[in-house]
Nanobody, 127 residues
Framework: VQLQASGGGLVQPGGSLRLSCTAS????????IGWFRQAPGKEREWVSC????????YYADSVKGRFTGTRENGKNTVYLQMNSLKPEDTAVYYC?????????????????????WGQGTQVTVSS
């Protein structure tokens, strides 16, 4: 029972990537899902949270207007579309289930309130 992030890669500044978060062993649509990232030498940083049913999606100020989260419950998958990428977006990206509440709250959110972490996916933004 875990979540798995995928879709990372190397992209030039200004480019785009779409990350996927797929659940195995449970139904993802019953959970609010958070995206986090961790750059080398830095703490894990909250990026976005997608509610399970109230339709709310929240973003960190650093990615607001550039990143968009969507859910595709039929595929048991959540996506993070990342546009206008910057070198400072370089990090390992993770998704996790919000176990503290059934719906998202506006951030920044504490990684300690999330569970079912899987392996992250590396995003590198560089020319």
């Amino acid at each position: 029972v875990q979540l798995q992030a995928s879709g990372g890669g190397l992209v030039q500044p200004g480019g785009s990537l779409r990350l996927s978060c797929t659940a195995s062993g449970f139904t993802l649509d019953t959970y609010a899902i958070g995206w986090f990232r961790q750059a080398p030498g830095k703490e894990r940083e909250w990026v976005s949270c997608l509610s399970s049913s109230d339709g709310n999606i929240y973003y960190a100020d650093s990615v607001k207007g550039r990143f968009t989260g969507t859910r595709e419950n039929g595929k048991n998958t959540v996506y993070l579309q990342m546009n206008s990428l910057k070198p400072e977006d370089t990090a390992v990206y993770y998704c996790a289930a919000y176990i503290a509440y059934s719906e998202c709250l506006d951030g920044p959110l504490d990684a300690g309130h999330f569970g079912l972490w899987g392996q992250g996916t590396q995003v590198t933004v560089s020319s």
